[in-house]
């Protein structure tokens, strides 16, 4: 196995542009401080690691936060909606006025208002590498939502499987294209949902395919 110095490495700006093609979700990491103040960085490297016992890994750089967990040994994951945009970038040091985060104190950790899932994480294990740490937990407890997620792909927020790339200043909200009253069986809005969801991944597909047709091509 070649290691160090002998082994070849790819490109920086070529990794970096492929690894953008994976999709991910968007999610916020928050802790208490040592002082019992709260801090937060926005993170996709949030991973599920084992089911048993419930274990996650999120990576966190050297900072404010890499120094909270370090103290407390505790962390919160927070995964956003589709309107969670300005919080997302709020976190990665580009502060908006306009989103001042809102979160609650559960089991003694802040959970962001309007999360669409969340974790309450207890560190095991740290393991660094390079310029990152990847901080290993187990899940005390966490919670969800369903709702539509904050996609990130290419290195741009997209809203939701088939909801476009988000540019603007505004959000394109979608919601299921019928009614489902408290009456119906959960057999009928399953096969609603199924049908909606459908119509959705042709049109992701779609996108996909003139993104493909799109990319120059090698001549050589």
Same mark, same amino acid.
């Given at each position: 196995?070649?290691?160090?110095?002998?082994?070849?490495?790819?490109?920086?700006?070529?990794?970096?542009?492929?690894?953008?093609?994976?999709?991910?979700?968007?999610?916020?990491?928050?802790?208490?401080?040592?002082?019992?103040?709260?801090?937060?960085?926005?993170?996709?490297?949030?991973?599920?690691?084992?089911?048993?016992?419930?274990?996650?890994?999120?990576?966190?750089?050297?900072?404010?936060?890499?120094?909270?967990?370090?103290?407390?040994?505790?962390?919160?994951?927070?995964?956003?909606?589709?309107?969670?945009?300005?919080?997302?970038?709020?976190?990665?040091?580009?502060?908006?006025?306009?989103?001042?985060?809102?979160?609650?104190?559960?089991?003694?950790?802040?959970?962001?208002?309007?999360?669409?899932?969340?974790?309450?994480?207890?560190?095991?294990r740290?393991?660094?590498?390079?310029?990152?740490?990847?901080?290993?937990?187990?899940?005390?407890?966490?919670?969800?939502?369903?709702?539509?997620?904050?996609?990130?792909? %290419?290195?741009?927020?997209h809203?939701?499987?088939?909801?476009?790339?988000?540019?603007?200043?505004?959000?394109?909200?979608?919601?299921?294209?019928? %009614?489902?009253?408290?009456?119906r069986?959960?057999?009928?809005?399953?096969l609603?949902?199924?049908?909606?969801?459908?119509?959705?991944?042709?049109?992701w597909?779609?996108?996909?395919?003139?993104?493909?047709?799109? %990319?120059?091509?090698?001549?050589?």
């Amino acid at each position: 196995m070649r290691v160090g110095t002998d082994m070849p490495r790819a490109n920086p700006a070529s990794f970096r542009e492929a690894a953008s093609r994976f999709t991910t979700g968007v999610a916020v990491l928050t802790a208490l401080d040592e002082h019992g103040r709260v801090c937060g960085m926005t993170a996709n490297s949030f991973v599920t690691v084992s089911l048993s016992p419930p274990t996650v890994l999120v990576s966190v750089m050297p900072g404010r936060m890499h120094r909270a967990i370090s103290a407390t040994g505790r962390y919160c994951v927070n995964v956003l909606p589709e309107h969670g945009r300005d919080l997302s970038r709020h976190f990665a040091s580009q502060p908006n006025t306009g989103a001042a985060p809102d979160y609650d104190i559960v089991d003694g950790l802040p959970r962001l208002s309007g999360c669409m899932a969340w974790f309450a994480c207890e560190v095991t294990r740290h393991v660094d590498v390079s310029d990152h740490t990847l901080i290993i937990a187990e899940v005390s407890s966490c919670d969800y939502r369903d709702t539509t997620p904050l996609v990130f792909f %290419s290195s741009r927020y997209h809203l939701g499987p088939a909801g476009g790339s988000v540019r603007g200043a505004g959000y394109k909200r979608r919601t299921f294209p019928y %009614s489902v009253s408290s009456g119906r069986s959960s057999r009928v809005r399953a096969l609603h949902e199924a049908a909606y969801r459908r119509g959705h991944r042709r049109a992701w597909d779609r996108r996909r395919r003139a993104i493909v047709s799109a %990319s120059p091509r090698s001549t050589a």
